[in-house]
């Protein structure tokens, strides 16, 4: 359930900046919620969000003090509720085609499948911000039917923003089981689980 309207993300190079803006944001406004700390790549992901004109006051006060080192921002003012609950961790089972994304910034990833989910019913499995074994890279996988994920890729194209980051992606119009079984429990090779399938043994 989504806990607040707006939703914001800055990506830093660097810790020290990171910890100050976030310094500076509490300071300007009353924002709802904050997740922040070191992530892939030695960069500072910060993650806030509360009403709209709180949230835009305290990423102005953010950005001002970030300077040189932020890498990358994203300002949702009304986010989709089911980007909103996988920012905090929810994810959902494949079911149809499958779309994989893969940006150079968590920040791109986040304005990327914004604008693919308000413009398509497709269902968000997994989002994955700059965490262990991406090197500060977003990744997302979206499923659904196959013109509506070929659909969510070309709003996830043009909702990257000015610099685009990057995006790579796969579209898999019919998943085979197997696959749609490990995405559903994890895309982390260390939590990944061992399936046992018919191919030869011995």
Do not use: C, W
């Not at 991406?134 to 996830?156: E, Y």
């Not at 019919?174 to 990944?192: I, K, M, N, W």
Request: proline share 6%; net charge negative.
């Amino acid at each position: 359930m989504k806990k607040a309207p707006a939703l914001a993300l800055l990506e830093f190079t660097e810790v020290p900046a990171g910890v100050d803006a976030v310094d500076a944001l509490l300071k300007r406004a009353p924002v709802a919620f904050l997740r922040s700390g070191t992530v892939t790549h030695g960069r500072y992901l910060v993650l806030f969000g509360g009403s709209t004109a709180a949230t835009a006051e305290a990423l102005t006060a953010a950005v001002a003090v970030g300077g040189a080192p932020l890498l990358d921002q994203a300002f949702l003012p009304d986010v989709h509720t089911a980007l909103f609950n996988a920012v905090l961790g929810a994810r959902r089972k494949p079911s149809g085609s499958l779309l994989v994304l893969e940006t150079e910034t968590a920040a791109s990833l986040v304005r990327a499948v914004e604008a693919a989910l308000k413009g398509t019913p497709v269902d968000l499995v997994e989002l994955r911000l700059s965490d262990e074994g991406l090197s500060g890279k977003g990744v997302a996988f979206l499923s659904g039917t196959l013109p509506d994920v070929g659909a969510a890729l070309q709003l996830a194209e043009g909702g990257l923003g000015d610099p685009p980051r990057g995006l790579t992606h796969r579209l898999i119009a019919s998943p085979h089981e197997a696959l749609e079984q490990g995405l559903g429990t994890s895309t982390r090779f260390s939590d990944a689980p061992l399936l046992d399938l018919d191919g030869e043994k011995g």
